[in-house]
Structures are given as C-alpha cells and as structure tokens.
C-alpha cells in the first residue's frame, strides 16, 4: 500500500477533516469544561480508560488475527470529532458539552492513541517482531496528523470567523465524501479477503459499537449525569473516527488489514449509531444555547 493514493491523498483528506473540525472549535470550547467537571471526568475516562480495556479484553479473548485486533485497538481509541457534535445537535444531546469533550479529545488522542496502539502491537506482534511498537517518528506523524490540522484550523477561526461560519456545511459535506471514499479504498484493497474479515471482525465490531454507545450513556447515568449531557457523552464516546484509525493503520503502520476493522465499522455503526439516538434521545429536548461555530448554527 505504498500508492500515491496511500502515501498523499489520505493523509491529506484526513487533514482536511481535522482542519474542519478546527474549524468549530473555540479556546472558549476548552474553558467552558468548568461547567460540566462531573459529565466531562467520567466521559473521558470512559473513552480512554472503559473502552479500550472492554476492546482489548475482547480481542485478546477471541480467535482475531493481530493485525485486525490491532486494528480494533486502534479504532476504539480513536475520538469522535465533529460528527458527533452533528448527531448529538440531532437527537437532543447537550451540544456545548459536546464541543468541550471534542476539544478535549483532540488534544489527548495525540497522546492516547499512540500509547493505546503500542500496548497493542506489543501484546498482539502483528508482525511477529517482538513486540515493536511505534517508534518516534511514527509517534511525531500521528502528533502531525490529528493535532496541526486542528490548531490550524482554530487559528482560521480565530482569524476569519466569517470564513469558518461560510465553511462549514462545505467541509461537512466533503468530509463525509472523504470518507466514503478512504472506506471503499480500504475495503476494495482487500476486497479478495473481505468476506473473511467480516466473518472474523464483524461481530466484535457490531459488539463494541453497541457496547460503546452503552458506555457512553448508561455510566455517566449511573453517576448522575442528566440525561441530554449523557445522550452527548453517548455520542462523543460511542462514534469513532473511522478516517483517523484508517489513515494511522495505512500510512503510520502501513498495514492495510489494520484498517479492516475501521472500514467494516464505518458501514455497520450507521444504522447502529441512529438507532441507538433516536431511541436514546426520546422526550430529550437541548435547552444549551449552541455555541457559534456548530454545524447549523446561525
């Protein structure tokens, strides 16, 4: 997978991505987490904490080949972003909370993901090294890849809010383009070994897709998070960034089964994922005012 497709334009489509997501984001985003210390403290341990363990037990426990376990590991350890804030405006969750989770998201996956993934190539040895993982380099393309484009594009807003008001609804629409497009590369790769992968990854996907959004709702709950701030540590916790967790496993790793897991999951969650908002979202109505910047905001 050394094409020039791999090597340039997915990087560069996921830094569009992560520009767009720049784009929503305010230092304002990052202060306001003083309002929710409760939903914010137990939504990311969830994410960084609940999830990969609950992933990594699952994978360890199963017949999973290392190169797809791995990839597992590295798509629950990958945030939501953007289109979580989307489908939380969309069923009635707390958006302003939203917001600050994905601040904060994006700022610690640059730390979480590289060690979340190195635990698991050096558990599973995909490639039967010894448990190499990822060296600096390849730490510093992630910290490139998921952190510049974000500051950047916060920088833009900051800047030309003007700008990032009239961009948004292009960049949403391109980003989901996007990643239409890096899905069906990643899966036509390995379109001659694909019915296999979902036999053996399709359901621990649906399993951790629905385990995510439980998570992500039922335990903030159970500390005593009101239901619309659940209903948004849901959705941060339970869509994960298929793009980022492809791109990783393709141009960081350069293994392309490693992005199997990412692509099977970028079409499962869809109808898991709206299910699961539109059922979770009943009777909820969002009384937070949405901060400017948001998808639909005027």
């Known amino acids: 997978m050394e094409s020039w497709p791999v090597a340039v334009a997915l990087p560069l489509a996921l830094g569009f991505i992560m520009f767009g997501l720049g784009l929503s984001l305010t230092v304002e985003d990052f202060l306001r987490v003083v309002r929710y210390p409760r939903a914010v403290f137990v939504a990311l341990c969830c994410q960084v904490i609940v999830l990969p363990a609950l992933a ?56 979480t993901l590289p060690l979340i993934t190195n635990i698991a190539l050096g558990y599973f040895d995909p490639a039967g090294t010894g448990g190499v993982g990822m060296q600096f380099t390849k730490v510093a393309q992630v910290f490139a890849l998921v952190f510049v484009p974000v500051v950047a594009g916060m920088i833009a807003r900051r800047l030309r809010p003007g700008f990032a008001d009239r961009s948004d609804r292009p960049v949403r629409v391109l980003s989901v383009l996007f990643l239409v497009i890096v899905t069906v590369a990643a899966l036509v790769a390995e379109r001659n070994n694909i019915v296999d992968y979902l036999v053996d990854i399709g359901a621990v996907v649906v399993v951790l897709c629905v385990a995510s959004l439980a998570v992500g709702y039922f335990v903030p709950k159970a500390f005593g998070v009101v239901r619309a701030q659940a209903l948004a540590c849901a959705m941060e916790i339970g869509v994960h960034n298929c793009v980022l967790a492809m791109t990783i496993a393709i141009s960081v790793l350069g293994d392309v089964r490693m992005a199997v897991p990412a692509g099977v999951y970028s079409i499962i969650s869809v109808p898991i994922v709206y299910s699961a908002g539109a059922w979770l979202g009943r009777g909820v109505r969002n009384r937070e005012p949405r901060p400017s910047g948001l998808p639909g905001a005027s």
């Open 56 to 111: 990594f037990g699952l994978v360890a426990g199963l017949d999973v080949t290392p190169e797809l376990a791995v990839g597992v590991m590295l798509l629950m350890a990958s945030p939501g972003g953007a289109t979580a804030n989307l489908l939380s405006h969309l069923f009635g969750g707390d958006v302003a909370l939203n917001v600050s989770l994905t601040a904060l998201n994006s700022v610690l996956s640059v730390a």
